[in-house]
Nanobody, 123 residues
Framework: LVRLAESGGDSVQVGGSLRLSCAAS?????????MAWFRQAPGKERERVAAVARVETYYAPSVKGRFTASKDTENDILFLQMNGLKFEDSATYYC?????????????????RGQGTQVTVSS
């Protein structure tokens, strides 16, 4: 059974930093050729924040330069380092993954998805 478990969400002030983790079990992350971070805030559409494919990494324009996604294949963890947090970054963040990296930066659905972790940015 493949499981993705996010952690690291918290309440933080504007301008602060957080590091989210997505721990994979049941499958090693080196086999997950596409791993992505999504977020969704109440009343808003789901947004792909970042995605790590075999060679390239995608970032949404709204987070480019502030967020960094990385994979630790030794420990089977996907990270999202978030710096310079803004009010609009408040959302539930969840990770998703697939062994197939086709459409990693565009398709909406993935076979594996976590339950999410809450990020709240306040003044």
């Amino acid at each position: 059974l493949v499981r993705l478990a996010e952690s690291g969400g918290d309440s933080v002030q504007v301008g602060g930093s957080l590091r989210l983790s997505c721990a994979a079990s049941g499958i090693p992350t080196y086999r997950l050729y596409c791993m992505a971070w999504f977020r969704q805030a109440p009343g808003k559409e789901r947004e792909r924040v970042a995605a790590v494919a075999r060679v390239e990494t995608y970032y949404a324009p709204s987070v480019k330069g502030r967020f960094t996604a990385s994979k630790d294949t030794e420990n089977d963890i996907l990270f999202l380092q978030m710096n310079g947090l803004k009010f609009e970054d408040s959302a539930t963040y969840y990770c998703a993954a697939d062994e197939d990296d086709a459409g990693c930066f565009s398709r909406p659905n993935f076979p594996f998805r976590g339950q999410g972790t809450q990020v709240t940015v306040s003044s």
